[in-house]
């Protein structure tokens, strides 16, 4: 906690929880899963994408074929259990205790 005094000169207090916003991805895989396009980490806090060209756009082709992200985890075929402890157990006991708190499904 931070105690400050505003223009009046009276001291009130507030709560100093600066976070960074966290970035997860979750891949389920299914029977026709894109196991070409995409690869994982050694580290399992990158993915890569990478698609091939669509030839039908002739020689010049300037389209984007590959994609990397850096995320502060990547859980691949994760059970639900391991996602909630993972990604959503401390936004959920944080927001019990009055904070704000975001997931994105």
Request: positive net charge; hydrophobic residues 35%; contains cysteine.
């Amino acid at each position: 906690m931070e105690r400050r005094k505003n223009s009046d000169k009276q001291y009130f207090t507030r709560m100093c929880t600066r976070k960074k916003v966290h970035a997860f991805v979750r891949v389920k895989p299914t029977d026709v899963f894109a196991h070409e396009m995409i690869r994982y980490g050694d580290d399992n806090k990158t993915i890569d994408i990478h698609l091939k060209k669509d030839i039908r756009r002739g020689v010049v082709n300037n389209q984007q074929t590959d994609w990397s992200f850096k995320l502060d985890g990547v859980l691949h075929d994760a059970s639900q259990d391991l996602v909630y402890e993972t990604v959503a157990k401390d936004v959920v006991s944080q927001a019990l205790d009055g904070y704000n708190g975001n997931l994105i499904n």
